[in-house]
């Protein structure tokens, strides 16, 4: 008998290396081809957050406007300035603070919060971070309602030139049309929520103490920023010397304050200050580099930490 020959077959082919930047940029790209899916996600999370209350998402409305004016009423006095400049001053900076508090709060959780969907549906991971996202900009955009009451109270005040506290050689042109300057700005903070989503959601996911962490300190990030007071008043309090320079280069160092600061600034007609654009600009491309990175090592474990 002759013996059997054996037919040469092809191996079959080796699975193709996941740890690519080729593989990250592609799990971007398909999640935003996705927008239907995290689009209308993010929608029902409100609608199933609000369900059976009487007056919905206007609950949203009424905690920011309540906290403005509270703090606005509250600093206002104490730091001796005109309520009719400083409530929206503060207004609008609680309204940009309230968005970057939620990214990070959530962002830190995005993966955790969604086990069941990643494990169960075959989709990017960056839908459940454009889905979270895009629920914060909904929810920024009902606050946003309290700063145009806010600016139609105080109309008057704001379209004059006026200066806050501490910085009176500075005199503010008051609001004009530079006000669209928001929303390029707005849109910029919206691509760094992402990164910052990507990046913490991911090492949290990993090591599930970073998200306690981050919790304890965002509060006392918040009254390090200026928020519900403004960096003149770093000045004030050394008389206008040279002394408080030093005050204010830690305030500048705080890269949060840049990030309100962009939006704020032409929310209020404020001195538009170019370098808070450039250090956003600088973080964005710092930042998405780093989250790109994280995604290419660790994008396919994710589904195994959760």
Excluded: C
Aim: charged share 10%; aromatic share 14%.
């Amino acid at each position: 008998m002759q013996p059997t020959s054996t037919v040469d077959r092809p191996e079959a082919p080796l699975a193709p290396n996941s740890r690519t930047f080729a593989r990250a940029f592609a799990d971007v790209r398909d999640a935003w081809h996705h927008r239907e899916l995290w689009a209308h996600l993010g929608w029902q999370d409100i609608k199933q957050r609000y369900r059976r209350s009487v007056i919905g998402p206007l609950w949203i409305t009424i905690s920011m406007g309540t906290t403005a004016l509270a703090l606005g009423l509250l600093y206002s006095q104490l730091f001796g300035q005109e309520l009719d400049t400083f409530l929206p001053y503060v207004t609008a900076g609680f309204i940009i603070w309230n968005f970057i508090l939620g990214v990070v709060s959530e962002g830190t959780d995005v993966f955790i919060a969604n086990e069941g969907l990643i494990k169960h549906l075959p989709a990017p991971v960056t839908v459940h971070v454009l889905r979270m996202v895009w629920r914060q900009v909904l929810f920024f955009g009902h606050n946003l309602v309290v700063y145009f009451i806010v600016l139609a109270v105080f109309y008057p005040a704001l379209t004059q030139p006026y200066s806050m506290v501490g910085d009176e050689l500075n005199s503010h042109p008051g609001i004009s049309w530079t006000m669209v300057l928001a929303i390029p700005a707005f849109a910029l903070i919206v691509v760094n929520a992402v990164w910052v989503a990507l990046l913490f959601g991911i090492i949290s996911t990993r090591f599930r103490d970073i998200p306690p962490v981050i919790h304890s300190f965002i509060n006392l990030i918040f009254f390090m920023t200026p928020i519900v007071w403004h960096v003149g008043v770093l000045n004030k309090v050394t008389g206008g010397s040279g002394e408080g320079n030093w005050k204010v280069l830690i305030a500048e160092l705080n890269p949060l304050y840049h990030f309100v600061e962009i939006v704020r600034a032409p929310l209020l007609g404020h001195t538009q200050d170019w370098h808070h654009w450039v250090v956003v600009g600088g973080f964005t491309i710092v930042g998405w580099a780093l989250a790109l990175i994280a995604m290419r090592n660790y994008r396919a474990r994710v589904s195994y930490w959760v």
